[in-house]
Protein backbone atom coordinates (compact mmCIF):
# COMPACT_ATOMS: atom_id res chain seq x y z
CA UNK A 1 0.00 0.00 0.00
CA UNK A 2 3.33 2.37 0.92
CA UNK A 3 4.41 1.57 -2.66
CA UNK A 4 1.13 2.23 -4.46
CA UNK A 5 0.76 5.82 -2.96
CA UNK A 6 4.63 6.88 -3.65
CA UNK A 7 3.60 5.95 -6.96
CA UNK A 8 0.82 7.72 -7.29
CA UNK A 9 2.20 10.52 -5.65
CA UNK A 10 4.95 10.87 -7.84
CA UNK A 11 2.78 10.26 -10.96
CA UNK A 12 0.26 13.60 -9.41
CA UNK A 13 3.56 15.67 -8.99
CA UNK A 14 5.06 14.87 -12.39
CA UNK A 15 1.83 15.39 -14.27
CA UNK A 16 1.25 18.54 -12.23
CA UNK A 17 4.53 20.10 -13.57
CA UNK A 18 3.67 18.61 -17.37
CA UNK A 19 0.57 20.64 -16.70
CA UNK A 20 2.24 23.84 -15.94
CA UNK A 21 4.52 23.20 -18.80
CA UNK A 22 1.38 22.98 -21.14
CA UNK A 23 0.38 26.25 -19.62
CA UNK A 24 3.59 28.01 -20.04
CA UNK A 25 3.69 27.18 -24.12
CA UNK A 26 0.31 28.30 -24.66
CA UNK A 27 0.89 31.31 -23.10
CA UNK A 28 4.06 32.27 -24.93
CA UNK A 29 2.35 31.46 -28.10
CA UNK A 30 -0.76 33.99 -26.63
CA UNK A 31 1.14 36.60 -27.62
CA UNK A 32 1.41 36.04 -31.41
CA UNK A 33 -2.38 35.28 -31.82
CA UNK A 34 -4.09 36.76 -34.45
CA UNK A 35 -8.47 37.07 -34.84
CA UNK A 36 -9.55 34.41 -37.37
CA UNK A 37 -12.17 36.11 -39.54
CA UNK A 38 -15.13 34.46 -41.51
CA UNK A 39 -16.50 35.11 -45.09
CA UNK A 40 -20.60 34.68 -45.71
CA UNK A 41 -23.10 36.47 -47.32
CA UNK A 42 -23.41 39.74 -45.97
CA UNK A 43 -19.46 40.21 -45.86
CA UNK A 44 -16.14 39.40 -43.67
CA UNK A 45 -16.31 39.17 -39.95
CA UNK A 46 -13.96 38.82 -36.84
CA UNK A 47 -14.97 35.57 -35.04
CA UNK A 48 -12.90 36.59 -32.25
CA UNK A 49 -15.44 39.17 -31.48
CA UNK A 50 -18.53 37.28 -32.52
CA UNK A 51 -17.72 34.65 -30.13
CA UNK A 52 -17.04 37.44 -26.91
CA UNK A 53 -20.79 38.79 -28.03
CA UNK A 54 -21.90 35.29 -27.86
CA UNK A 55 -19.93 34.73 -24.05
CA UNK A 56 -21.36 38.29 -22.97
CA UNK A 57 -24.88 37.67 -24.22
CA UNK A 58 -24.91 34.41 -21.74
CA UNK A 59 -23.03 36.46 -19.08
CA UNK A 60 -25.88 38.88 -19.13
CA UNK A 61 -28.73 36.66 -19.42
CA UNK A 62 -27.63 35.04 -15.94
CA UNK A 63 -27.59 38.23 -14.64
CA UNK A 64 -24.30 39.65 -15.09
CA UNK A 65 -25.31 43.26 -15.36
CA UNK A 66 -27.03 42.97 -12.02
CA UNK A 67 -23.67 41.33 -10.54
CA UNK A 68 -21.50 44.42 -11.96
CA UNK A 69 -23.69 46.58 -10.42
CA UNK A 70 -23.01 45.61 -7.46
CA UNK A 71 -18.96 45.88 -7.99
CA UNK A 72 -19.35 48.96 -9.52
CA UNK A 73 -21.31 52.65 -9.41
CA UNK A 74 -22.56 52.05 -12.96
CA UNK A 75 -22.23 48.41 -13.90
CA UNK A 76 -25.78 48.47 -15.79
CA UNK A 77 -25.07 50.84 -18.01
CA UNK A 78 -21.27 50.28 -18.76
CA UNK A 79 -21.79 46.59 -19.56
CA UNK A 80 -24.78 47.21 -21.77
CA UNK A 81 -23.32 50.06 -23.77
CA UNK A 82 -19.73 48.50 -24.15
CA UNK A 83 -22.03 45.01 -25.35
CA UNK A 84 -23.75 47.63 -27.33
CA UNK A 85 -20.87 49.46 -28.98
CA UNK A 86 -19.14 46.00 -29.67
CA UNK A 87 -22.46 44.82 -31.57
CA UNK A 88 -22.30 48.23 -33.86
CA UNK A 89 -18.54 47.48 -34.42
CA UNK A 90 -19.11 44.26 -35.81
CA UNK A 91 -21.93 44.92 -37.71
CA UNK A 92 -20.33 48.08 -39.38
CA UNK A 93 -17.50 45.93 -40.78
CA UNK A 94 -19.94 44.05 -42.92
CA UNK A 95 -22.18 45.49 -45.75
CA UNK A 96 -24.23 47.78 -43.99
CA UNK A 97 -27.44 48.37 -46.69
CA UNK A 98 -27.87 44.45 -45.71
CA UNK A 99 -29.38 44.47 -42.62
CA UNK A 100 -30.27 48.52 -43.25
CA UNK A 101 -33.11 47.72 -45.20
CA UNK A 102 -34.26 44.99 -43.66
CA UNK A 103 -33.63 42.26 -45.60
CA UNK A 104 -34.55 39.28 -43.27
CA UNK A 105 -32.69 36.05 -45.12
CA UNK A 106 -29.78 37.44 -43.41
CA UNK A 107 -31.20 38.53 -39.65
CA UNK A 108 -29.90 34.79 -38.43
CA UNK A 109 -26.16 35.53 -39.66
CA UNK A 110 -24.26 36.87 -36.86
CA UNK A 111 -24.12 40.02 -38.39
CA UNK A 112 -27.91 40.24 -37.68
CA UNK A 113 -27.92 38.73 -34.95
CA UNK A 114 -25.57 41.47 -33.29
CA UNK A 115 -27.68 44.18 -34.23
CA UNK A 116 -30.44 42.64 -32.24
CA UNK A 117 -28.23 42.20 -29.32
CA UNK A 118 -27.74 46.21 -29.95
CA UNK A 119 -31.22 46.71 -30.49
CA UNK A 120 -31.25 45.27 -26.67
CA UNK A 121 -28.76 47.15 -25.26
CA UNK A 122 -30.36 50.45 -26.18
CA UNK A 123 -33.49 49.14 -25.16
CA UNK A 124 -31.78 48.04 -21.51
CA UNK A 125 -30.28 51.19 -20.66
CA UNK A 126 -33.40 53.17 -21.40
CA UNK A 127 -35.43 51.73 -19.23
CA UNK A 128 -35.80 52.56 -15.57
CA UNK A 129 -33.77 50.39 -14.33
CA UNK A 130 -31.11 51.52 -16.58
CA UNK A 131 -31.31 55.25 -15.00
CA UNK A 132 -32.13 54.46 -11.55
CA UNK A 133 -28.91 55.22 -10.15
CA UNK A 134 -28.35 58.40 -11.62
CA UNK A 135 -30.07 61.57 -10.77
CA UNK A 136 -32.51 63.05 -12.80
CA UNK A 137 -32.26 66.56 -11.03
CA UNK A 138 -29.10 68.09 -12.90
CA UNK A 139 -28.65 70.73 -15.01
CA UNK A 140 -28.28 67.65 -17.67
CA UNK A 141 -31.11 65.61 -16.21
CA UNK A 142 -29.41 62.06 -15.13
CA UNK A 143 -26.02 63.52 -15.83
CA UNK A 144 -23.52 63.53 -18.87
CA UNK A 145 -22.41 60.07 -18.21
CA UNK A 146 -25.47 58.32 -19.03
CA UNK A 147 -26.94 60.83 -21.36
CA UNK A 148 -23.10 60.82 -23.24
CA UNK A 149 -23.54 57.27 -23.23
CA UNK A 150 -26.85 56.34 -24.02
CA UNK A 151 -27.04 59.07 -27.02
CA UNK A 152 -23.35 57.68 -28.32
CA UNK A 153 -24.68 53.92 -28.58
CA UNK A 154 -28.46 55.34 -29.93
CA UNK A 155 -26.23 57.19 -32.19
CA UNK A 156 -24.51 53.76 -33.54
CA UNK A 157 -28.05 52.15 -33.74
CA UNK A 158 -29.08 54.66 -35.76
CA UNK A 159 -26.31 54.54 -37.99
CA UNK A 160 -26.48 50.77 -38.49
CA UNK A 161 -30.30 50.59 -38.85
CA UNK A 162 -30.72 53.20 -40.86
CA UNK A 163 -33.07 54.51 -38.15
CA UNK A 164 -36.34 54.56 -37.41
CA UNK A 165 -38.99 57.83 -37.04
CA UNK A 166 -38.95 57.45 -33.69
CA UNK A 167 -35.34 56.76 -33.28
CA UNK A 168 -34.21 60.20 -34.66
CA UNK A 169 -36.52 62.30 -32.97
CA UNK A 170 -34.90 60.79 -29.79
CA UNK A 171 -31.66 61.12 -31.10
CA UNK A 172 -32.34 64.73 -32.19
CA UNK A 173 -33.63 65.42 -28.95
CA UNK A 174 -31.47 64.08 -26.31
CA UNK A 175 -28.69 65.79 -28.55
CA UNK A 176 -30.58 69.10 -28.44
CA UNK A 177 -30.94 68.80 -24.22
CA UNK A 178 -26.79 67.90 -24.16
CA UNK A 179 -25.88 70.88 -26.61
CA UNK A 180 -27.83 73.13 -24.40
CA UNK A 181 -26.52 72.21 -21.32
CA UNK A 182 -22.79 72.54 -22.68
CA UNK A 183 -24.26 75.79 -24.18
CA UNK A 184 -25.11 77.00 -20.71
CA UNK A 185 -22.61 75.73 -18.62
CA UNK A 186 -19.96 78.09 -16.62
CA UNK A 187 -17.31 75.06 -17.56
CA UNK A 188 -16.84 72.45 -20.62
CA UNK A 189 -17.22 69.80 -17.64
CA UNK A 190 -20.97 68.93 -16.83
CA UNK A 191 -21.26 67.06 -13.72
CA UNK A 192 -22.02 63.05 -14.26
CA UNK A 193 -23.36 63.39 -10.42
CA UNK A 194 -23.88 66.14 -8.08
CA UNK A 195 -20.70 68.44 -7.65
CA UNK A 196 -18.94 66.33 -8.97
CA UNK A 197 -17.34 65.91 -13.01
CA UNK A 198 -15.36 63.55 -14.96
CA UNK A 199 -14.21 65.19 -18.34
CA UNK A 200 -13.72 61.54 -19.62
CA UNK A 201 -18.07 61.24 -19.62
CA UNK A 202 -18.18 64.66 -21.04
CA UNK A 203 -16.45 63.33 -24.29
CA UNK A 204 -18.54 60.65 -24.81
CA UNK A 205 -21.58 63.34 -24.41
CA UNK A 206 -20.14 65.50 -27.28
CA UNK A 207 -18.71 62.44 -29.28
CA UNK A 208 -22.66 61.87 -29.84
CA UNK A 209 -22.79 65.19 -31.13
CA UNK A 210 -20.35 64.48 -33.29
CA UNK A 211 -22.19 62.18 -35.05
CA UNK A 212 -24.99 63.68 -35.00
CA UNK A 213 -23.82 66.03 -37.63
CA UNK A 214 -21.87 63.23 -38.88
CA UNK A 215 -24.67 61.11 -40.25
CA UNK A 216 -26.66 63.87 -41.33
CA UNK A 217 -24.76 65.83 -42.84
CA UNK A 218 -25.31 68.99 -40.82
CA UNK A 219 -23.63 71.42 -38.73
CA UNK A 220 -26.27 71.54 -36.12
CA UNK A 221 -23.75 71.16 -32.97
CA UNK A 222 -20.44 72.33 -35.13
CA UNK A 223 -21.03 76.22 -33.13
CA UNK A 224 -21.13 74.08 -29.49
CA UNK A 225 -18.17 71.17 -30.13
CA UNK A 226 -16.19 74.41 -31.49
CA UNK A 227 -16.51 76.67 -28.33
CA UNK A 228 -16.46 73.57 -26.11
CA UNK A 229 -13.10 72.35 -27.71
CA UNK A 230 -11.52 75.77 -26.88
CA UNK A 231 -12.72 75.88 -23.14
CA UNK A 232 -11.25 72.33 -22.85
CA UNK A 233 -7.60 73.86 -24.34
CA UNK A 234 -7.44 76.57 -21.87
CA UNK A 235 -8.12 74.00 -18.78
CA UNK A 236 -5.74 71.64 -19.57
CA UNK A 237 -3.33 69.59 -16.76
CA UNK A 238 -0.04 71.57 -16.54
CA UNK A 239 1.65 68.92 -15.60
CA UNK A 240 1.13 67.12 -18.50
CA UNK A 241 -1.03 69.13 -21.27
CA UNK A 242 -3.89 66.76 -21.52
CA UNK A 243 -7.30 66.60 -20.72
CA UNK A 244 -7.28 66.46 -16.77
CA UNK A 245 -9.37 63.44 -14.80
CA UNK A 246 -11.85 65.11 -12.58
CA UNK A 247 -12.83 68.88 -12.31
CA UNK A 248 -15.09 71.37 -10.61
CA UNK A 249 -18.39 71.31 -12.48
CA UNK A 250 -19.03 75.04 -11.92
CA UNK A 251 -14.91 76.47 -12.48
CA UNK A 252 -13.14 73.81 -14.17
CA UNK A 253 -10.86 73.66 -11.85
CA UNK A 254 -8.55 70.72 -11.82
CA UNK A 255 -9.56 68.09 -8.93
CA UNK A 256 -6.99 65.35 -10.32
CA UNK A 257 -4.98 65.66 -13.28
CA UNK A 258 -4.63 63.29 -16.29
CA UNK A 259 -4.69 59.18 -15.19
CA UNK A 260 -4.40 56.86 -17.69
CA UNK A 261 -7.43 55.05 -17.53
CA UNK A 262 -9.41 57.98 -18.18
CA UNK A 263 -6.64 59.00 -21.39
CA UNK A 264 -7.23 55.80 -22.70
CA UNK A 265 -11.17 56.68 -22.47
CA UNK A 266 -10.95 60.05 -23.62
CA UNK A 267 -8.63 59.10 -26.55
CA UNK A 268 -10.73 56.37 -27.63
CA UNK A 269 -13.44 59.13 -28.50
CA UNK A 270 -11.41 62.15 -29.33
CA UNK A 271 -10.61 61.31 -32.89
CA UNK A 272 -14.35 61.68 -34.04
CA UNK A 273 -14.45 65.25 -32.58
CA UNK A 274 -11.62 66.68 -33.55
CA UNK A 275 -8.73 64.38 -35.62
CA UNK A 276 -5.98 66.99 -35.10
CA UNK A 277 -6.32 68.04 -31.15
CA UNK A 278 -6.65 64.34 -30.62
CA UNK A 279 -3.01 63.77 -32.64
CA UNK A 280 -1.57 65.90 -30.19
CA UNK A 281 -3.18 65.29 -27.52
CA UNK A 282 -2.35 61.22 -27.93
CA UNK A 283 1.40 62.43 -28.70
CA UNK A 284 1.21 63.82 -25.15
CA UNK A 285 -0.77 60.09 -23.90
CA UNK A 286 2.41 58.57 -25.30
CA UNK A 287 5.13 60.34 -24.05
CA UNK A 288 3.87 60.45 -20.63
CA UNK A 289 1.90 57.10 -20.05
CA UNK A 290 3.11 54.63 -22.54
CA UNK A 291 5.77 52.30 -20.12
CA UNK A 292 7.53 48.64 -20.89
CA UNK A 293 7.81 45.98 -18.60
CA UNK A 294 9.44 42.93 -19.49
CA UNK A 295 10.14 43.94 -23.07
CA UNK A 296 6.28 44.66 -23.54
CA UNK A 297 3.75 47.67 -23.93
CA UNK A 298 1.35 49.07 -21.08
CA UNK A 299 -0.17 51.90 -19.71
CA UNK A 300 0.63 53.32 -16.99
CA UNK A 301 -2.13 54.76 -14.46
CA UNK A 302 -0.19 57.74 -13.21
CA UNK A 303 1.94 59.76 -15.59
CA UNK A 304 5.53 59.02 -15.21
CA UNK A 305 7.31 60.73 -12.49
CA UNK A 306 3.76 59.66 -10.47
CA UNK A 307 2.56 56.64 -8.47
CA UNK A 308 -0.25 55.63 -6.67
CA UNK A 309 -2.88 52.92 -6.02
CA UNK A 310 -5.68 51.40 -8.09
CA UNK A 311 -9.22 52.30 -7.52
CA UNK A 312 -12.40 51.96 -8.82
CA UNK A 313 -11.42 53.64 -12.17
CA UNK A 314 -8.23 52.18 -12.48
CA UNK A 315 -8.77 48.43 -11.22
CA UNK A 316 -5.54 46.90 -10.75
CA UNK A 317 -2.60 48.36 -11.13
CA UNK A 318 0.71 46.10 -10.92
CA UNK A 319 4.26 47.56 -11.58
CA UNK A 320 2.71 51.18 -12.27
CA UNK A 321 1.17 49.52 -15.33
CA UNK A 322 -3.15 49.79 -14.95
CA UNK A 323 -5.05 47.36 -16.54
CA UNK A 324 -8.09 49.59 -17.70
CA UNK A 325 -5.85 51.88 -18.85
CA UNK A 326 -3.74 49.27 -21.33
CA UNK A 327 -7.46 47.24 -22.38
CA UNK A 328 -9.08 50.40 -23.40
CA UNK A 329 -5.71 52.09 -24.49
CA UNK A 330 -5.68 49.23 -26.76
CA UNK A 331 -8.93 50.85 -28.65
CA UNK A 332 -7.11 54.31 -28.38
CA UNK A 333 -4.57 52.63 -29.99
CA UNK A 334 -6.52 51.45 -32.77
CA UNK A 335 -8.67 54.55 -32.99
CA UNK A 336 -5.36 57.03 -33.34
CA UNK A 337 -3.95 54.55 -35.95
CA UNK A 338 -0.95 53.31 -33.85
CA UNK A 339 -1.29 49.88 -34.93
CA UNK A 340 2.26 48.75 -33.36
CA UNK A 341 0.94 49.66 -29.89
CA UNK A 342 -2.89 47.90 -30.60
CA UNK A 343 -0.43 44.94 -31.59
CA UNK A 344 1.52 45.32 -28.62
CA UNK A 345 -1.44 45.53 -26.24
CA UNK A 346 -3.72 43.31 -27.75
CA UNK A 347 -1.06 40.22 -27.37
CA UNK A 348 -0.47 40.86 -24.24
CA UNK A 349 -3.97 40.66 -23.55
CA UNK A 350 -4.62 37.78 -24.94
CA UNK A 351 -1.55 36.09 -22.64
CA UNK A 352 -2.30 37.54 -19.83
CA UNK A 353 -6.33 37.47 -20.12
CA UNK A 354 -5.86 33.48 -20.66
CA UNK A 355 -7.95 34.22 -23.56
CA UNK A 356 -10.18 31.07 -24.51
CA UNK A 357 -12.85 29.36 -26.96
CA UNK A 358 -15.39 27.18 -25.62
CA UNK A 359 -18.44 25.86 -27.46
CA UNK A 360 -18.32 29.13 -29.51
CA UNK A 361 -18.30 31.59 -26.88
CA UNK A 362 -14.89 33.36 -26.00
CA UNK A 363 -13.76 34.65 -22.52
CA UNK A 364 -10.70 36.63 -20.67
CA UNK A 365 -9.72 35.94 -17.04
CA UNK A 366 -11.97 32.51 -17.28
CA UNK A 367 -15.45 34.74 -17.58
CA UNK A 368 -15.03 35.57 -13.98
CA UNK A 369 -15.73 39.47 -14.37
CA UNK A 370 -17.39 40.24 -17.36
CA UNK A 371 -17.13 43.96 -17.45
CA UNK A 372 -13.60 43.11 -18.20
CA UNK A 373 -14.62 40.96 -21.59
CA UNK A 374 -16.85 44.09 -22.30
CA UNK A 375 -14.05 45.99 -22.35
CA UNK A 376 -11.88 43.86 -24.10
CA UNK A 377 -14.78 43.09 -26.43
CA UNK A 378 -14.86 46.45 -27.34
CA UNK A 379 -11.19 46.67 -27.84
CA UNK A 380 -11.00 44.47 -30.20
CA UNK A 381 -14.04 45.35 -31.89
CA UNK A 382 -11.57 47.98 -34.23
CA UNK A 383 -10.26 44.96 -35.87
CA UNK A 384 -12.35 44.76 -39.04
CA UNK A 385 -10.15 43.46 -41.52
CA UNK A 386 -7.62 40.84 -41.56
CA UNK A 387 -4.24 42.67 -42.19
CA UNK A 388 -5.63 45.48 -40.54
CA UNK A 389 -2.87 45.18 -37.81
CA UNK A 390 0.06 43.13 -37.69
CA UNK A 391 1.34 41.47 -34.67
CA UNK A 392 3.33 42.56 -32.07
CA UNK A 393 6.46 42.36 -31.70
CA UNK A 394 8.44 39.23 -30.15
CA UNK A 395 8.43 39.29 -25.84
CA UNK A 396 12.12 37.90 -25.95
CA UNK A 397 12.30 38.44 -22.26
CA UNK A 398 9.39 36.66 -21.38
CA UNK A 399 10.55 33.76 -23.98
CA UNK A 400 13.90 34.22 -22.11
CA UNK A 401 12.01 33.81 -18.59
CA UNK A 402 9.51 31.57 -19.95
CA UNK A 403 12.90 28.98 -21.08
CA UNK A 404 14.31 28.49 -17.69
CA UNK A 405 11.18 27.99 -15.82
CA UNK A 406 10.34 25.29 -18.63
CA UNK A 407 13.96 23.67 -17.98
CA UNK A 408 13.16 23.70 -14.31
CA UNK A 409 9.99 21.86 -15.02
CA UNK A 410 11.23 19.45 -17.08
CA UNK A 411 13.75 18.63 -14.07
CA UNK A 412 11.54 18.43 -11.86
CA UNK A 413 9.37 15.67 -13.83
CA UNK A 414 12.57 14.17 -14.36
CA UNK A 415 13.72 14.01 -10.47
CA UNK A 416 10.96 13.15 -9.25
Avoid at 15 to 37: E, G, K, T
Avoid at 205 to 211: K, R, Y
Avoid at 283 to 305: D, T, V
Wanted: some cysteine.
Amino acid sequence: MKNYLNTFFKWATRSFFIFLLMILVVFNFRFYQQPDFVRDESGVWNEDVYEQLQFLKQSLQAGADDEMQGLFPEGHLFIHALYGLIAADFASATNADTFGNGFMEYEDLPEGVALRELDWACDEINSTKGKQVFTEGLPLPYGVFYRGWQNYLLAKQINQRNGSQRNIADFQRNADEIAAAFNQAPSPWLESYSESAWPADNVVAIASLAAYDRYFHTTRFAATISTWLEKVKQQLDPATGLIPHATDPDTGAIREGARGSSQSLILSFLPEIDPVFAAAQYALYREHFLAFRLGRAGIREYPKGQEGSGDIDSGPVIWDIGGAASVVGQRAAGMNGDGELFADLRGSQQAFGFAFSWNGKRRYLFGKLPIADAFIGWANAVHQRENQFLRGPAPWRIHFISVLLGIVFCWLVYKI
